[in-house]
């Protein structure tokens, strides 16, 4: 079965400043690759996903995230954070053949003014 | 977007009751659904994949027999916590697949979630 490491429990940055998350994942096959973030009391929103193709791919609210099959790897980035991008960021892995989807332990992003 | 309800978003119950919890897709079919546990501060932990029309799949340690699924539409599952403890109070997440005809790629979306507290 697939799974995804998420090597930052806890990052802080300030406002304006560039963003990357990590993510590593473990699967045999070809992974669908997922970013998600969640908000407090909100429900998990998705940010961007890679299924095949251009291994950079662009997302919401200014995310972008690069799939590094050498590394297996799918890091997220944000060029220039904003106070309201604080929130937990989970990344999940999910298999071609099945629906099945795992979860990392999430990353949670603290901006300093 | 597509949108997925849960209902109730809060519940209180007491030891021994049993609690439903309704996961709807409501602008799209979703043949598969899935239910997760949130603890605090911790990431969604699959509890089962629920497809429409047969039983659930059940991840390893989760009592099937506590926690009862069914899909009983395409646009429906439900989640029932039999016999509640107050060590089943966590923070529940349904999700449902989206996937457009055609293509290979999908979408899993997901519900608020709903808070079950026992006491």
């Known amino acids: 079965a697939q799974s995804v490491t998420q090597p930052d429990i806890h990052i802080t940055v300030s406002e304006g400043a560039s963003l990357e998350l990590r993510c590593n994942y473990s699967y045999g096959a070809t992974p669908y690759l997922f970013w998600y973030v969640q908000s407090p009391g909100q429900g998990l929103q998705l940010l961007l996903k890679y299924f095949s193709g251009d291994t950079l791919v662009q997302g919401i609210k200014g995310f972008e995230a690069e799939f590094k099959r050498s590394q297996s790897s799918f890091n997220l980035r944000k060029p220039s954070v904003h106070w309201s991008d604080a929130a937990e960021y989970f990344c999940a892995v999910g298999a071609e053949d099945n629906n099945d989807m795992r979860f990392g332990a999430g990353t949670r992003l603290t901006v300093k003014p | 977007g597509a949108v997925v309800s849960q209902h109730p978003s809060r519940v209180i119950c007491k030891s021994g009751t049993s609690v439903k919890i309704e996961c709807r897709s409501l602008?799209?079919?979703?043949?598969?659904m899935f239910w997760y546990r949130q603890f605090p501060k911790q990431s969604l932990m699959l509890m089962a994949t629920?497809?429409?029309?047969?039983?659930?799949?059940?991840e390893q340690g989760v009592e099937k027999d506590k926690f009862l699924i069914n899909h009983a539409s395409l646009t429906l599952s439900t989640l029932t916590v039999t016999s509640a403890h107050p060590e089943d109070s966590s923070f529940y997440i349904c999700?449902?697949?989206?996937?457009?005809?055609?293509?290979?790629?999908?979408?899993?979306?997901f519900g608020p979630g709903t808070r079950l507290t026992v006491t």
């Open positions: 602008d799209f079919q979703a043949t598969t």
């Open positions: 629920s497809n429409e029309g047969s039983k659930a799949t059940y």
């Open positions: 999700s449902a697949i989206r996937r457009p005809r055609g293509r290979i790629d999908y979408e899993q979306y």
